[in-house]
């Protein structure tokens, strides 16, 4: 249905609303949205201030027109596309740092600022935003806020909502709120805070953040491991882990996705299960690379290479390109769905296992890396769409990983969000019950559907408004 935008022109400039083809079709999919289910949006609008934002929502949701936020566009589960079309409300072009407060570890930003941009604006005062992801330089902070994204060094700092200290956020009728406190510890009245990250969108639109930021460690380290078998290096990352090993990060590669970054980036790493990790300190780093060492040796490690930080770019190079080897590894082979399920950590070698016996069964190429540390797993099931039957294994194949996932006590998604690829897992995953609960919370703030409806919750039975019955339950 096309919804009536008219009313953009009474609230803001003529260069801040677009109903061209041109701007709907750039907004009408986020990443992780394959073109036949784009949507293209009724109009995009590019608000400058709080008051633009506020004043767009308020007569959105009188009028009854969706509105979804948009950032950079990089996320994998539909997050970003406008499900229901209306108003695309593309929050990029408010990226400004606003205030740098080195005494007290903090910044204040705007919701367009991307990720890299915070860590360079204060590199300076030598402290850096811990929780980036891969994405962070072409991604927002208001998209890994809304998101709840998470990185590499999320097994030693915590995933971005332990980084959010307050937030300015729009509600669907127009309404600033803020959440949260710039002390470091509150506990005054409710934490409206931790609804609002991890909330892709639906519930408020963040207008500026405080973010709690760290001090540079004097000492890094990084390093590469190589292992007999995938059992040896998952356990090994296991027991790191349970040991109390301080890593930044730790990362898993299996020899599928060796072999692919081999393919992409001509390195020549021996297409062997890998960890790539990362040791951060002020003090006593080489104490923590050779416990790290010992844990590894007692699971049969082949090769263990550890470097200083300048030889890390090189040493890391095949997991940093890990993505686009994937994706362009075998042109008659395309990559499904990113996977993104993280478990328990004492449950992560059984999953990782899963999935390997899972691709062996049904002649699937399913290359596994990922945050192994977080008990993160990335896969992607690579297809023959020529072949409908191989594109339904892959398919079976992405849901029993996930159903698995869930049976080891975990989580559907580790990182990417429920977008609208993952909703189905959402009563499997927390019960009718806390689903109706989250429902509830959604009505309450947002009783219109305005905010990025269709997402996060399961279908319903009239297509999707809030406060229906589900259906498939
Ligand atoms: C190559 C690649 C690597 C990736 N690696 C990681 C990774 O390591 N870890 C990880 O967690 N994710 C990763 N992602 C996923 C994605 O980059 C992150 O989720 C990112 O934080 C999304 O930010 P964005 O600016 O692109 O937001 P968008 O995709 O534009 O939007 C994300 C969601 O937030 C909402 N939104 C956007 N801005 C606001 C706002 N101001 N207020 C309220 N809601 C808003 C949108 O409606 C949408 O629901 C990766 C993606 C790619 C393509």
Redesign the pocket.
């Known amino acids: 249905m096309a919804y009536d935008t008219s009313f953009l022109g009474d609230l803001l400039d003529d260069d801040q609303f677009s109903v061209g083809d041109s701007h709907r079709d750039g907004h009408a999919a986020?990443?992780g949205t394959p073109d036949d289910e784009a949507v293209r949006p009724d109009a995009v609008v590019w608000p400058e201030s709080t008051a633009d934002v506020s004043a767009v929502l308020a007569a959105a949701n009188e009028r009854g027109v969706p509105v979804?936020?948009?950032?950079?566009?990089?996320?994998?589960e539909g997050?970003?596309t406008p499900a229901r079309g209306g108003i695309s409300l593309d929050?990029t072009r408010m990226d400004a740092v606003l205030d740098v407060r080195p005494e007290d570890f903090q910044v204040d930003v705007e919701?367009g600022v991307m990720g890299t941009e915070v860590d360079d604006a204060v590199a300076s005062e030598g402290l850096f935003f811990p929780p980036l992801?891969?994405?962070g330089d072409?991604?927002?902070v208001?998209?890994?806020?809304?998101?709840d994204?998470?990185?590499?060094q999320t097994v030693k700092y915590g995933e971005v909502a332990d980084w959010v200290l307050e937030l300015e956020a729009v509600l669907a009728d127009g309404s600033v709120i803020t959440a949260g406190s710039r002390a470091v510890k509150t506990s005054s009245g409710y934490n409206l805070k931790e609804f609002l990250v991890g909330s892709?969108?639906t519930l408020?639109?963040?207008?500026r953040a405080t973010l709690e930021l760290a001090g540079r460690p004097e000492q890094v380290r990084g390093g590469r491991a190589l292992f007999p078998s995938l059992d040896d290096a998952t356990a090994a990352v296991a027991d790191a882990v349970r040991s109390g090993v301080d890593v930044a990060t730790i990362e898993l590669v299996d020899a599928t996705s060796a072999t692919m970054a081999n393919a992409y980036t001509g390195t020549d790493l021996p297409d062997a299960p890998t960890v790539f990790l990362k040791f951060h300190a002020n003090h006593g780093v080489e104490e923590e690379v050779a416990f790290c060492r010992s844990v590894f040796e007692s699971h049969d490690v082949e090769r263990f290479d550890v470097v200083d930080e300048d030889a890390m770019d090189d040493l890391w190079q095949a997991r940093r390109d890990l993505?686009f080897a994937v994706q362009s590894y075998d042109p008659d082979l395309t990559p499904l769905h990113p996977g993104d399920v993280t478990v328990p950590i004492s449950a992560y070698p059984e999953m990782v296992q899963y999935v390997t016996d899972l691709a062996d069964e049904r002649d699937l190429l399913v290359p596994c890396f990922g945050h192994a540390g977080d008990g993160n797993l990335h896969f992607s099931v690579l297809v023959d769409e020529t072949d409908p039957d191989h594109v339904a294994r892959g398919e079976r194949t992405q849901d029993d990983v996930v159903e698995r996932a869930i049976e080891l006590g975990g989580t559907a998604t580790g990182?990417?969000?429920i977008?609208r690829g993952k909703r189905e897992y959402l009563v499997a995953e927390h019960g009718a019950a806390t689903v109706d609960a989250m429902r509830r919370v959604k009505h309450a703030l947002d009783p219109e559907d305005t905010l990025?409806p269709g997402?996060v919750f399961p279908e319903t039975v009239d297509g999707g408004r809030v406060g229906d019955d589900v259906v498939d339950e």
């Open positions: 986020d990443w979804t936020p948009y950032a950079a566009g990089t996320s994998l997050n970003a929050v919701p992801p891969s994405s072409i991604s927002t208001g998209g890994m806020i809304a998101n994204a998470s990185g590499m892709e969108g408020a639109v963040v207008t993505a990182e990417h969000g977008g990025n997402k």
